[in-house]
T-cell receptor, first 112, second 114 residues
Framework: DAGITQSPRHKVTETGTPVTLRCHQT?????MYWYRQDPGHGLRLIHY???????DKGEVSDGYSVSRSKTEDFLLTLESATSSQTSVYFC???????????FGPGTRLTVL | AQSVTQLDSQVPVFEEAPVELRCNYS??????LFWYVQYPNQGLQLLLK??????LVKGINGFEAEFNKSQTSFHLRKPSVHISDTAEYFC????????????FGTGTQLKVEL
């Protein structure tokens, strides 16, 4: 299995509070992604990174920011959480050698 | 931009019966195609992928899929399902350029019954 972990795995927070989710990889892959999974929508791309300090927006980036200060870590921040951001968040890494993404175990976030 | 349509949100099937999960895509550029499986409360696991070459792709757990460019489809099949195949299945597409950003379908819940 690809070395990819997410923390925390579960979080409950209140509307208006900041939240940061962490994705950590041990594969030294260049590309990293954040998706959210919601019933009836599948997975949707929030932000992605193609290198240290290089990030770009995905389909549903409003209300989210990301940072990547080193290859192994990709952080997703909700500056002021809203109930619409209650979701399961998945991080993924991409290995150019085999053209496939490997997914982390997910973080279940509940915003009350 | 790409899009993916999974025509069936739920597919019930009896154990040992064959199953087909349908996936159609739309894209203005060449694509790579993927099927992922998600077991309850777990992450996504790659079942199979089409990059190029033979249009019939075999994956793990006895699944296979056929890429049909003229019909822009990538349907997933298994000749005989098992209870353990109960899961949600996602079809996804990416462009063939760098970055591999995936666009997912909305998923098909496969429920295998005795």
């Amino acid at each position: 299995d690809a070395g990819i972990t997410q923390s925390p795995r579960h979080k409950v927070t209140e509307t208006g509070t900041p939240v940061t989710l962490r994705c950590h990889q041990t594969e030294n892959h260049r590309y990293m992604y954040w998706y959210r999974q919601d019933p009836g929508h599948g997975l949707r791309l929030i932000h992605y990174s193609y290198g240290v300090k290089d990030t770009d927006k995905g389909e549903v980036s409003d209300g989210y920011s990301v940072s990547r200060s080193k290859t192994e870590d990709f952080l997703l921040t909700l500056e002021s959480a809203t109930s619409s951001q209650t979701s399961v968040y998945f991080c993924a890494i991409y290995g150019t050698g085999n053209n496939e993404q490997f997914f982390g175990p997910g973080t279940r976030l509940t915003v009350l | 931009a790409q899009s993916v349509t999974q025509l069936d949100s739920q597919v019930p099937v009896f154990e040992e019966a064959p199953v087909e999960l349908r996936c159609n895509y739309s894209s203005s550029v060449s694509v790579y195609l993927f099927w992922y499986v998600q077991y309850p409360n777990q992450g996504l696991q790659l079942l199979l992928k089409y990059l190029s070459g033979s249009t019939l792709v075999k994956g793990i757990n006895g699944f296979e899929a056929e890429f049909n460019k003229s019909q822009t489809s990538f349907h997933l099949r298994k000749p005989s399902v098992h209870i353990s195949d109960t899961a949600e299945y996602f079809c996804a597409v990416s462009g063939t350029g760098g970055g591999n950003k995936l666009t997912f379908g909305t998923g098909t819940q496969l429920k295998v019954e005795l």
